[in-house]
């Protein structure tokens, strides 16, 4: 059986909805330095062009079972997410993350997570490009089933 603690922060009245959610696969809590699948916590933000917050902090437990059956778990974790930055993930973790609208944001051992979401930021009031961009008209645009949304996800190119 999986342990984990998972610590969710409820926005304050005046917040409002963020339009991008993000995680991030760290231990530390600071920077990324994570691989998706065997990470030992998840920051998940709320960011727009002018702040962000954190909206749940969860840590794995140590002895969890392996890899392709934690996936699913970890990936549910990650639900109304835009991307998960990490060092590494599977290519069966790519897949699935895709499946659900999240894409795997591949950034070098140690990146500040603070750093990183100025820089969400910065795209945020300028002309966002690629994942973020394609997420934000998904937000905007929702497809109308599963299989335009799955669709509209294979013809991204990775």
Same mark, same amino acid.
């Given at each position: 059986?999986?342990? /984990?603690?998972?610590? !969710? ?7 409002? $909805? ?6 991030? *696969?760290?231990? &530390? ?5 994570? !691989?998706?699948?065997? +990470?030992?916590? =998840?920051?998940? @933000?709320?960011?727009?062009? #002018? ?7 969860? /840590? @794995? ?6 890899? !392709? ?6 990936? &549910?974790?990650?639900?109304? %997410?835009?991307?998960?930055? %990490? &060092?590494? %993930?599977? +290519?069966? *973790?790519?897949?699935?993350?895709? $499946?659900?609208?999240? !894409? ?28 973020? *961009? ?10 109308? &089933?599963?299989? /335009? #949304?799955?669709?509209?996800? =294979?013809?991204?190119?990775?």
């Amino acid at each position: 059986m999986t342990t /984990e603690r998972k610590l !969710h922060i409820e926005p304050q009245p005046q917040d409002g $909805e963020f339009p991008l959610k993000v995680a991030f *696969a760290t231990a &530390n809590r600071r920077q990324v330095e994570q !691989h998706f699948g065997s +990470a030992r916590g =998840m920051l998940i @933000y709320g960011v727009d062009s #002018r702040e962000w917050r954190i909206l749940a902090a969860i /840590e @794995y437990a140590e002895a969890e079972p392996k890899a !392709h059956d934690r996936l699913p778990a970890r990936i &549910n974790d990650l639900a109304g %997410c835009a991307a998960v930055f %990490c &060092n590494a %993930c599977g +290519a069966s *973790a790519i897949r699935q993350l895709l $499946e659900r609208g999240i !894409h795997p944001v591949k950034v070098d051992e140690g990146a500040d997570i603070h750093t990183l979401l100025l820089e969400l930021q910065q795209e945020l009031q300028g002309k966002p490009m690629g994942w973020l *961009a394609r997420s934000l008209k998904q937000v905007k645009r929702a497809p109308n &089933n599963e299989a /335009e #949304r799955l669709q509209a996800l =294979m013809d991204e190119e990775w």
